[in-house]
Structures are given as structure tokens and as C-alpha cells.
């Protein structure tokens, strides 16, 4: 029976890995920080769960124990995690780290996380160039963590993925239209609504974890959805989903926090995925395929049947100023006054 470890595994990438491997036939051992974030289904099917920190050495140490066939880092953000993940994936027959688009920059060097966004001349492959390595952003760090990795000669497959949707997210942006849906509002504001910022769903991304352990090689791969949804599409996939029907405000612009959503990008950013395609790669299923995973979690997650620690991330700073109901209404009424 081949085995995987997948490091924070309980997570959506881990969980969607975990869940494809074990229906597989294999032995999945997942690690994180706490046993209550392993769905039930995981445990039922044999996945094994090791309280161990990212940076905990002798807990991941001792999680991979002689070795497995397949390794995945969901939690690698820089040189120094890399250089960890390296003393284990020397015991693994393949090693996937998790990546990400941020990693990409445009001609005039600006990337996902700059003030001014890119502006890529088309899909985005693998040989785009990227911002430099370095500890002084997201993106720095991960492009110093693959340098590592791949640097090392061992067959290393890097994933870049983009804006992740799957249960268990720890940022489900669909909880912006979800929550709306939840508390029946008669309106969605939507700021440019035509935006274009690639998705990646944790089953398409699992998919392709899949192969890189059936073809272990030193490799980039990019990882995303076989469409790419507009951010009105993704408002429209998941009211019509969940039954309900609103009006569409489209704005060019957001008017303070009014239309603001995750999605937002001035300039379309899609990934080429024709390198893990060449490779064998299959996708599980478009955004609308594929989202409703992480839509019936989140409707569960509000009902209270996940645990205070998800609503906890669902209040967070990330999502109050894109539900700011009453800056909506306010702006709903003058607009209805003019």
C-alpha cells in the first residue's frame, strides 16, 4: 500500500488530497495543529492525524517515520521551511510543495501583491517570470522556497496554484456570497464585475498532486480551474445554487466598501496548464462543479456545525469591509434618491 504525508493537511488542499488518495488505496497521514479540523469522513476512511507545529522538526520527523511515497507541503512560505521539508523529502520518493500565482510577475515587475496590479500579456505559464526571491513578501518567499527545492536535484514537483476554493479553506471567499444568501439580501454589489482572477479548486489541485506521485520528476506545474469564472459568474454559481435570486448592482469601480469582493482584478489573470495537461493531467471539474464542497461547508460552518474556529475566520479582517451591509443600503438609498 503506498503511503503519503501530507504536511497541514487539514486545510482544503489537504483535505481534498487526503480524500482523493484514500479512495485510491492509499495510506494518508495528515499533520496540523489540531485534531478537531480532520473531517470525520478523512478519519473514517483511515486518514491518521499527528498534532505536529510546521515548524515542529522531530513532530514531522517522526510523522514520516521511515519514509513515504508521496510528500506534500501545504504550509511552505519560505527558504527556511523549504530547507526543513529538504531533510524530508530526501525519505519520500516524490515531494509536492504548494506554490502560487502570486509567485508570477508582469513585464514591468508587478505582481499580485504590489500596489499597482499586473498586467500579463496572456494565460500565464510556467515560464513567466516571477519576483525575486527574498523574505520580504508572500510571493518572495515562495519563489526562495522553490528555489531550494528545486535546486536540490531531487524530484521536487512545485504546484502554483490559483485563488483556492474547497472546504476547509482558512480564506473561503465564497463567503462573501454565501453570507448574503444566508441572510437574504435583496442586492449584490459588484464591482467590476467582469474581473477575471484565476481559480483553482482543492480538487482539481489534488488531481494533480496525484500525478506528480504517479510521475515523480523536478518540475513547476500551475494548477487551476479549466475555466475561469468572472467574478459576476462565481456571484451567480453560488446564488443559483443555494435557491436564491438577488439584484445585480454593477459598478465600474467599488464605491468605498460597496461592490468590493475577492475577486477584484483591473487586468484578467488566468493560468496555462498545458505543461501538467502534457503530463496526463485530467481535471476533477469546472468552479461550478467543484465550489459546491466548500458552499455546503460554509452553510454548515454558519449553522454552527463546524466549530467556533471556522466562524472565527469567517469574521475576520479579510471579510468585514466586503459585507458592509449598511454602507450598501446607504449607498442603495441615495442611489434611489438621485
Same mark, same amino acid.
Given at each position: 500500500m503506498?503511503?503519503?504525508?501530507? *504536511?497541514?493537511?487539514?486545510?482544503?488542499?489537504?483535505?481534498?488530497?487526503?480524500?482523493?488518495?484514500?479512495?485510491a488505496?492509499?495510506?494518508?497521514?495528515?499533520?496540523?495543529?489540531?485534531?478537531?479540523? /480532520?473531517?470525520?469522513d478523512?478519519?473514517?476512511?483511515?486518514?491518521r492525524?499527528?498534532?505536529?507545529?510546521r515548524?515542529? #522538526?522531530?513532530?514531522l520527523a517522526?510523522a514520516?517515520?521511515?519514509?513515504?511515497?508521496l510528500l506534500?507541503?501545504?504550509?511552505c512560505?519560505?527558504?527556511?521551511?523549504a530547507?526543513?521539508?529538504?531533510?524530508l523529502?530526501?525519505q519520500?520518493?516524490?515531494?509536492v510543495?504548494?506554490s502560487?500565482?502570486a #509567485?508570477?510577475?508582469? %513585464?514591468?515587475?508587478?505582481?499580485a501583491?504590489s500596489?499597482?496590479?499586473?498586467?500579463? &500579456?496572456?494565460?500565464?505559464?510556467?515560464? +513567466?517570470p516571477?519576483?525575486?526571491?527574498?523574505?520580504?513578501g508572500?510571493?518572495?518567499?515562495?519563489v526562495?522556497?522553490?528555489?531550494?527545492?528545486?535546486?536540490?536535484?531531487?524530484p521536487v514537483?512545485?504546484?502554483?496554484p490559483? *485563488?483556492?476554493?474547497g472546504?476547509?479553506?482558512?480564506?473561503?471567499?465564497?463567503? #462573501?456570497?454565501?453570507k448574503r #444568501?444566508?441572510?437574504?439580501?435583496?442586492?449584490?454589489?459588484?464591482?467590476?464585475?467582469?474581473? /477575471?482572477? +484565476?481559480?483553482?479548486?482543492?480538487?482539481n489541485?489534488?488531481?494533480?498532486? +496525484? *500525478?506528480?506521485? %504517479?510521475?515523480?520528476?523536478?518540475?513547476?506545474?500551475?494548477?487551476?480551474?479549466?475555466?475561469a469564472?468572472?467574478?459576476?459568474?462565481?456571484?451567480?454559481?453560488?446564488?443559483?445554487?443555494?435557491?436564491?435570486s438577488?439584484?445585480? /448592482? *454593477?459598478? &465600474?469601480?467599488?464605491?468605498g466598501? /460597496?461592490?468590493?469582493h475577492?475577486?477584484?482584478a483591473?487586468?484578467?489573470?488566468?493560468?496555462?496548464t498545458?505543461?501538467?495537461?502534457?503530463l496526463?493531467y485530467?481535471p476533477?471539474?469546472?468552479?461550478?462543479?467543484?465550489?459546491?464542497?466548500?458552499?455546503d461547508?460554509?452553510v454548515?460552518a454558519?449553522?454552527?456545525?463546524e466549530?467556533?474556529?471556522?466562524?472565527?475566520?469567517?469574521?475576520?479582517?479579510?471579510?468585514?469591509?466586503?459585507?458592509?451591509?449598511?454602507?450598501e443600503?446607504?449607498?442603495?438609498?441615495g442611489? %434611489?434618491?438621485?
Open positions: 503506498p503511503r503519503a504525508l501530507i *504536511l497541514g493537511g487539514t486545510g482544503s488542499t489537504g483535505r481534498a488530497t487526503a480524500r482523493l488518495l484514500l479512495s488505496g492509499w495510506e494518508v497521514s495528515l499533520t496540523g495543529r489540531d485534531a478537531a479540523r /480532520v473531517p470525520a478523512i478519519t473514517a476512511a483511515g486518514g492525524f499527528t498534532a505536529a507545529d515548524a515542529d #522538526v522531530g513532530g517522526e514520516l517515520g521511515d519514509g513515504a511515497d506534500v507541503d501545504c504550509l512560505y519560505g527558504a527556511g521551511d530547507t526543513v521539508l529538504l531533510a523529502a530526501r519520500a520518493a516524490s515531494t510543495m504548494i502560487g500565482k #509567485v508570477y510577475a508582469d %513585464a514591468a515587475g508587478r505582481h501583491n500596489a499597482v496590479k499586473p498586467r500579463f &500579456d496572456g494565460p500565464v505559464s510556467e515560464t +513567466q516571477t519576483v525575486p526571491p527574498g523574505d520580504d508572500y510571493g518572495e518567499g515562495k526562495a522556497a522553490e528555489h531550494v527545492l528545486l535546486d536540490s536535484g531531487l514537483t512545485v504546484i502554483r490559483g *485563488l483556492i476554493h472546504d476547509g479553506a482558512r480564506m473561503p471567499r465564497e463567503w #462573501v456570497f454565501v #444568501v444566508l441572510d437574504r439580501r435583496p442586492r449584490i454589489f459588484l464591482a467590476r464585475p467582469d474581473a /477575471v482572477n +484565476q481559480t483553482t479548486a482543492a480538487a489541485l489534488a488531481a494533480l498532486i +496525484q *500525478l506528480a506521485a %504517479a510521475k515523480p520528476g523536478r518540475r513547476i506545474l500551475n494548477a487551476a480551474d479549466p475555466d469564472p468572472t467574478a459576476l459568474e462565481i456571484a451567480r454559481t453560488i446564488a443559483r445554487y443555494l435557491g436564491h438577488w439584484d445585480e /448592482v *454593477l459598478l &465600474d469601480e467599488p464605491a466598501p /460597496v461592490g468590493r475577492p475577486w477584484e483591473p487586468y484578467p489573470v488566468v493560468l496555462e498545458t505543461a501538467g495537461a502534457s496526463g485530467e476533477a471539474g469546472d468552479y461550478a462543479t467543484t465550489v459546491t464542497g466548500e458552499v461547508w460554509l454548515r454558519a449553522a454552527g456545525a466549530g467556533p474556529r471556522v466562524i472565527g475566520d469567517l469574521d475576520g479582517d479579510f471579510f468585514w469591509p466586503m459585507l458592509d451591509y449598511a454602507a443600503d446607504r449607498y442603495a438609498a442611489s %434611489a434618491c438621485g
